[in-house]
C-alpha cells in the first residue's frame, strides 16, 4: 500500500492563528479560557485542554471577571465585547481577518437596510459561531437561510442583501442566489440593483479546497477523510470526496478504520477540513501503514 496525506489539507490560515495564539499565551499561565471549541476537533481540543485552555459558553463568560479569554477563529457578536468590558476581561482576539472583515461589511450593509426598509439574509448554519457574531451586527434582525424552507423567512417585496458564512459551500451560495433572483422576479416582476445584493463572501482558501480535493481523491483507490464530526467544513468536505471516489471514509481518528477499507495494492489517500491538524491525519497515515504488515503475514 502507498499512503500520501493531501498536502492542501489541515488548518485554514484563521484556524491556525488562533492555536498559535493559544499555545503562546498559555506559556505565561496554567489557564487559559477560551469561548467556545477553539476548532471543531474533540482531539485537538482535548490537546489543548490537557495544556490549560478551558472552554466556556456565553453564560459562564458573564460570571467571570479579571481573567483572560480567547476568542477564536470564528468571531464575535458585539455583546461579547461589551461583557468584557464590564466584567474587566481582557480579551485575546484570534479572530480571523477574513471573518472580521465581513462583520464589517455585514455592519455597514445593514445600516443602509435599516434606512431602505430592507432585510440581511445570511447563508450559513444558524447557530454556528460565526453566523452568531455575523447576525449580532444586526442587532439579531438577519434572516439566516441554509435550506428551501428557510426562503419563506424572506419578504421579497422587500430589499435584500445576501452574504454567506465564510466556510459554505460556493455552489451553494449561488445556488442560493437564483433561487432569491427567480423568488423577486415571480413577486415583483422584475429584478434590478435596488432590489437584490449578492455578496460572495465565502474564504477562498476554504473554498479552492473543493476542486484540489476532487482532484486529490480521483487519483486514489481509498479515501480517509478525517474529520470532527461537529465540522460543518467536515461534513461538506468530505461529500466531495464521496461523490469523486466511493470507496472514501469519514472517521475523527484511526480507532474508527476498518482494515476490510483496503487492499495491500491500494493507494490510499488521506485528507481532512479546515479543522483538522496535521498531527492527526499523520497518526491516521501510520496506523494505515501498520496493517501492511498484517496483510504481509496473510499473503505467507
Request: aromatic share 8%.
Amino acid at each position: 500500500m502507498n499512503v500520501t496525506i493531501d498536502k492542501n489539507s489541515g488548518y485554514c490560515f484563521g484556524v491556525e492563528f488562533a492555536i498559535k495564539m493559544a499555545e503562546d499565551e498559555m506559556e505565561g499561565t496554567d489557564r487559559l479560557y477560551c469561548l467556545g471549541d477553539i476548532v471543531h476537533n474533540d482531539m485537538e481540543v482535548k490537546r489543548l485542554s490537557d495544556k490549560g485552555l478551558v472552554v466556556i459558553d456565553r453564560e459562564e463568560l458573564r460570571e467571570l471577571s479579571d481573567c483572560k479569554v480567547l476568542i477564536r477563529a470564528h468571531g464575535e457578536p458585539p455583546e461579547t465585547y461589551r461583557t468584557a468590558i464590564e466584567n474587566n476581561i481582557e480579551l485575546i482576539d484570534a479572530s480571523c481577518p477574513v471573518v472580521l472583515k465581513l462583520q464589517h461589511r455585514v455592519k455597514t450593509a445593514f445600516d443602509k437596510m435599516e434606512k431602505e426598509k430592507g432585510q440581511i439574509v445570511i447563508y450559513g448554519k444558524k447557530g454556528h459561531a460565526e453566523v452568531i457574531g455575523l447576525t449580532g451586527q444586526t442587532l439579531e434582525k438577519a434572516i439566516v437561510v441554509m435550506e428551501d424552507k428557510d426562503l419563506e423567512k424572506i419578504d421579497f417585496t422587500k430589499p435584500v442583501t445576501l452574504f454567506s458564512q465564510t466556510t459554505k459551500s460556493t455552489k451553494g451560495f449561488y445556488e442560493l442566489k437564483e433561487k432569491i433572483e427567480e423568488k423577486i422576479k415571480a413577486t415583483k416582476g422584475v429584478l434590478n440593483e435596488v432590489d437584490f445584493n449578492a455578496n460572495d463572501s465565502i474564504c477562498r482558501q476554504v473554498s479552492n479546497r473543493e476542486p484540489q480535493l476532487k482532484h486529490f481523491a480521483s487519483e486514489k483507490d481509498v479515501i480517509i477523510f478525517v474529520s470532527g464530526k461537529k465540522s460543518s467544513n467536515g461534513k461538506a468536505l468530505y461529500q466531495v470526496c464521496k461523490n469523486e471516489n466511493e470507496r472514501s471514509y469519514f472517521v475523527e481518528n484511526e480507532s474508527e478504520i476498518d482494515p476490510n477499507w483496503f487492499s495491500p495494492e491500494d493507494e490510499v489517500g488521506i485528507c481532512g477540513a479546515t479543522s483538522t491538524p496535521m498531527w492527526l491525519m499523520e497518526q491516521v497515515m501510520h496506523y494505515i501503514m501498520s496493517l501492511e504488515q498484517g496483510f504481509a503475514l496473510e499473503s505467507n
